[in-house]
């Protein structure tokens, strides 16, 4: 029986979110979190796009020294020979692109105006995923997007040109948040029973159904004997209403009622990463956790009415569908209430060593396996130390907002790495 996938799409769909953003740091700390969970793939970026280069290279070094190690990094283009070309160009060492151009008649006829036929865009797809090939890619996903406006008989051929050209997979795009978990179930198993390829589901939510029809799409591509892989991203940040929660979908696989034991994730995540990778992606998106959002949110596990409180106090199993810590919550939470040192991009060596120094505190008395992917700090000298604090400065005027610790010592850890990340140079 088919498996279900992760490929979380924050560092591409989520970005391109209409006023919000993310520092080239700050992606990499959602790769460097998605690793942890466990997540398969992370669609990291954009490799035809410029000033994303030196990020695209550096998180692929990361891969290549083990720190995001298994996760998958997958840039998205469009499904043109000479987006390929470029890519490879500018990232020579991307292994894993997925491809994406319009295949409803709407888009097609909306977006090229008469200029090309559905013939075309077949021509142009296959053109593409054969320059991917020739360029030895390792793995080639191609996107239908607005695959749910599209005829299914178009959407077969699409597919399977892709298929018998190389493509590992393909993914059906909701676009717009179009179909339902029932129509979404039948479109998405007849594709797998007649292209016989693993099919990627990508939801939207503007009609409220992103989680739902995500695992609707899966079960319809595993009935129909294929994997399944579902895109999300964290918090559900993305274009318009968004795309499908992290959280929330791994919960729904995990979880529901006609999933649990039969739908299962090929690849095992680790819930309790939960808390951490919700609350960082909110601060440094600047968009709040929604109070009922589920697992994260603050409203998640909290009970006031009479019978309710009663209820969990005796069993906290006839109120709650699952544990607050499976989640990764439980811990205090300190906030500064008093005097605060933030890291600013015109920081000095004392406030960035007393923040250290805290840091340093905290983590002191953990073991190896608390610390995890955290170091203990110390400087070899008083020019390294300054040079970290120019690296850390640089970051914030990338961040325009205090760094996370988190990010402080990824930048003590990899200093090599942090200084590409942080270099955007236009003028070329
Ligand atoms: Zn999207």
Known sequence: MGKIYIVDVTNRDGVQTAKLGLSKLEKTMINIYLNEMG???????????????????????LTETGVLQPIRLGGWIRATAEDVETSFKLVPKIKHLNLSVSTSDQMIQGKFQGRKTKDDIVQMMVDAVDAARSHRAESIGV?????????????????????????????????????????????????????????????????????ATSIAGAKGSIDGGQDAYINTTVNGIGERAGNADLVATVLAITKSKGFTKKYQLGKPIDLSKSWKIANFASYAFGVPIPINQPGVGANAFAHASGIHADGVLKDPQNY?????????????????????????????????????????????????????????????????????????????????????????????????????????????
């Open 39 to 61: 997540v398969f793939q992370s669609e990291f970026g954009f490799p035809t796009t410029k000033h994303e280069s030196n990020y695209l290279q550096a998180n692929l070094e």
């Open 143 to 211: 996107n239908a997007e607005d695959a749910s406006r599209t005829d299914l008989d178009f959407l077969i051929k699409f597919a399977s040109a892709a298929k018998s050209h190389g493509a590992d997979r393909f993914r059906y795009c909701d676009t717009l948040g179009y179909d339902d978990p029932f129509t979404i179930y039948e479109t998405v198993k007849a594709l797998a029973k007649n292209v016989a390829m693993p099919i990627e589901i990508h939801c939207h939510g503007d009609l409220g159904m992103a989680v």
């Open 320 to 428: 709650e569908l699952y544990d607050y810590a499976e989640l990764g919550r439980g811990e205090a939470v300190t906030v500064e209430t008093g005097r605060e040192i933030c890291s600013g991009e015109y920081g000095g060596i004392s406030g960035f060593r007393h923040l250290m120094k805290k840091i340093e505190e905290k983590i002191g008395g953990r073991t190896e396996e608390e610390l995890g992917d955290m170091v203990e700090i110390s400087f070899a000298n008083a020019e390294e130390a300054e040079k970290i604090l120019e690296l850390v400065r640089y970051a914030n005027v990338c961040a325009q907002k205090p760094l996370v610790e988190d990010e402080l010592l990824f930048i003590a850890k990899y200093p090599d790495i942090a200084r590409k990340l942080l270099t955007l140079t236009p003028l070329t």
